[in-house]
């Protein structure tokens, strides 16, 4: 399986970007697949899943109502739209997946064998 994440930028706070993720390497029906951030000195946390077959969606709280996750199953692509970006929200982003025919998606960044390479979002203030 293969990551490659893309999308990240500097903005200034309240404003949007949109992140995506170009999955290959596997059919993606029976994995979950998602966003991970980590800021300076913190470790990397939970943001939002997706799972593939039946498109349920997790956000963490932080999040909710800003950040929206969805899928193309055609293009094999995830995408993570971000608006009202806030200072808070600087981070690496990285994209991620896992083989998780149940669909249960762990919220721990140690439990997901699949990473692209990190993308940087900046929200200036």
């Known amino acids: 399986v293969q990551l490659q994440a893309s999308g990240g930028g500097l903005v200034q706070a309240g404003g949007s970007l949109r992140l995506s993720c170009a999955a290959s390497?596997?059919?993606?029906?029976?994995?979950?697949m998602g966003w991970f951030r980590q800021a300076p000195g913190k470790e990397r946390e939970f943001v939002a899943h997706?799972?593939?077959?039946?498109?349920?969606?997790r956000y963490a709280d932080s999040v909710k109502g800003r950040f929206t996750i969805s899928r193309d199953n055609a293009k094999g692509t995830v995408y993570l739209q971000m608006n009202s970006l806030k200072p808070e929200d600087t981070a690496i982003y990285y994209c991620?997946?896992?083989?998780?025919?149940?669909?249960?998606?762990?919220?721990?960044?140690?439990?997901?064998?699949?990473w692209g390479q990190g993308t940087l979002v900046t929200v200036s203030s």
């Open positions: 991620a997946a896992n083989f998780d025919p149940y669909g249960l998606g762990s919220l721990k960044w140690y439990d997901l064998d699949y």
């Open positions: 390497g596997e059919t993606f029906d029976n994995y979950v």
């Open positions: 997706i799972v593939w077959s039946d498109g349920t969606i």
